[in-house]
């Protein structure tokens, strides 16, 4: 990488084409570029990489050219560092095809695609308990990000109005908002974009690396415009208490006068805890939620791009933020950051609710969390690894602490017996996430084997498995994280699992950082089989055919 640095490849590679005055050609008609892979013709189609070409090429040969390039990326369904849904059926790619073309703001030329839109919204503000005497009010935005900004925008522009009324300064010392430090960063960007201070409040182990609603209102004050409350952690996936930030706010109203809402970041949560925590009290059955945002196209199953916002009522969304719209055929309402987008994500999202119902949603993610703490449940017991993530620790047991129940049922996959327990209101609530790292023992007894190697080794199998630092107070601590979706089938978390055991005996064993420099090492050690806890080699066989097993019920 050092030297890649100093060597100007697209230089070198000019410097070496062959002379145009030797190069032997044929005749260059325009049929001789049908074919993408000119060579057949020894015929050179230099087109510029940084400048539109001045004659183009034929379609064929477009398409081919940055099709073979796009091979390049990983594999979506490999991609475990991303909460993005990677898969949808060909029934739901035909009809986004069918409706590529259609814009999303043009209500009156495509009043069908408006209509599915607006009862999308009211599907999930039903989803999410919406009060029953409001009307729904909600969008579809490019993605959680933007849904975000307009939440944040509403709780801003309603804290300037109740400032107002009260005669008080709204520039000095200015509005500030209240989040947790593992706040992705969208939640960061609305306060820095729009001029509201952002309060990041510290997260540590004793709190679950999530923010803690007792830590969260000392960072409270009149000028405080509301709290983003985290449904799923991007870290290890743990929800946020909204019932217990509520309660600590209840309080703080009652003592200081000050009434503080919450907006609920639910970006991947949103289409996960009401169908298999319907008992857990996060939505708008919370008074104190004005609004509410999730990402369609993460575990909403919706083609990419895609983001949802719903208010508590139309009360919530200030009337300056609503603007009216005449030059499109008729008077329409836009709130939206953007203004064109494409209808076709909605399509993707009405089409799930049709084919998956209530049911469907609720057997695909209790298959993801079951996925999950399997591999939770085989990496812990391996011996290397200690997961961070808690929805395979039982409730009853405590989140912060290994339970003994979960401690034995890893265990019982390696000698064959499958847990019983697949009730997920049984264990911790959070996403199908599984966030781990090394074992205080391993780190111990290997501490020049860096655990980001295991990333660099499984990409190179194919597996894209990020490896970063928790948030600020425990950036000392990084974790490895695979974000289990439908697309993860039972036979490849199995794999996934064998595969990331394979690589950490392999690195224990003095192998290099990249695959090719394990192989090698290998070849050259005799360094005999790592020995962790049970007196010998892990065995990779028996969880391989206890996991297959169990991973064909997931």
């Known amino acids: 990488m050092a030297l890649a640095q100093h060597v100007d ?87 986004m095809y069918e409706n590529l073309n259609k814009n999303l703001v043009d209500q009156d030329e495509y009043p ?60 000095n010392p200015g509005p500030n908002i209240v989040m947790g430090a593992e706040a992705q960063v969208a939640l960061e960007k609305f306060a820095r974009y729009f001029e509201v201070e952002a309060k990041l409040v510290p997260v540590h182990e004793k709190s679950g690396y999530v923010m803690d609603p007792k830590e969260a209102i000392k960072y409270c004050d009149e000028n405080t415009i509301g709290i ?42 949103g289409f996960v805890a009401p169908f298999v925590y319907p008992q857990l009290a996060w939505d708008f059955r919370i008074p104190r939620v004005n609004s509410i945002n999730a990402s369609g196209h993460k575990y909403g199953l919706a083609s990419v791009g895609l983001g949802w916002i719903i208010w508590r009522s139309a009360e919530y969304l200030p009337k300056e933020l609503i603007f009216e719209l005449h030059y499109l055929g008729q008077t329409d309402y836009s709130f939206n950051l953007n203004f064109s987008r494409p209808a076709f994500p909605v399509l993707s999202q009405m089409f799930h609710f049709l084919n998956l119902g209530f049911s469907g949603y609720k057997r695909i993610n209790e298959n993801n969390l079951s996925k999950a703490r399997l591999i939770s449940r085989a990496l812990e017991a391996s011996g290397y690894f200690v997961c961070l993530s808690q929805i395979h620790r039982a ?72 490896n970063y630092p928790l948030p600020p107070a425990e950036e000392d ?49 005799t360094t005999s089989p790592v020995d962790v806890k049970r007196g010998g080699t892990l065995d990779t066989q028996h969880i391989s055919e206890h996991t297959s097993t169990y991973a064909k019920t997931c």
């Open 477 to 525: 601590t990084e974790i490895l994280r695979c974000v289990v979706r439908e697309s993860l089938s039972g036979d490849l978390a199995r794999k996934l699992i064998l595969d990331i055991i394979q690589v950490t005996e392999g690195l224990l064993n003095g192998a290099g950082p990249s695959y090719h420099m394990s192989i090698a090492n290998r070849r050259q050690s």
């Open 228 to 269: 983003f409350v985290i449904m799923g952690s991007t870290y290890t996936g743990t929800f946020e208490s909204v019932q217990g930030m509520s309660d600590e706010l209840d309080k703080y109203q009652e003592e200081t006068g000050i009434d503080i809402p919450i907006h609920v970041d639910a970006a991947s949560g």
């Open 112 to 171: 069908a695609a408006q209509a599915i839109h607006e009862r999308c919204i009211s599907m999930i503000s039903h989803l999410w308990h919406a009060p029953k005497d409001a009307t729904a009010l909600g969008t579809a935005t490019t993605g959680s990000s933007e849904a975000i900004m307009l939440g944040g925008m509403a709780l801003k522009k309603r804290w300037q109005e109740k400032m107002k009324a009260a005669g008080k300064d709204i520039h």
């Open 9 to 95: 490849a697209e230089k070198i590679i000019n410097e070496s084409r062959d002379h145009p005055v030797r190069k032997h050609t044929h005749d260059r008609k325009a049929t001789l570029y049908d074919i993408p892979y000119t060579s057949r013709y020894d015929v050179e189609v230099d087109l510029p990489r940084y400048s539109i070409p001045e004659t183009g090429v034929n379609a064929k040969v477009s398409y081919q050219l940055l099709h073979d390039e796009l091979l390049l990326d990983g594999n979506p369904n490999m991609n475990l560092a991303s909460f993005v849904n990677t898969w949808v059926p060909d029934e739901c790619n035909r009809l």
């Open 395 to 466: 409730k009853n047991q405590g989140a912060s602490n290994i339970s003994p129940v979960i401690t034995k049922a890893a265990s019982d996959i390696i000698h064959g017996h499958v847990p019983e327990i697949d009730d997920p209101t049984y264990y911790v609530e959070g996403l199908p996430v599984v966030s781990f790292r090394f074992s205080d023992e391993i780190k111990e007894k290997y501490p020049r084997v860096k655990q980001e190697w295991i990333q660099s080794q499984l990409r190179a199998i194919g597996w894209i498995v990020p």
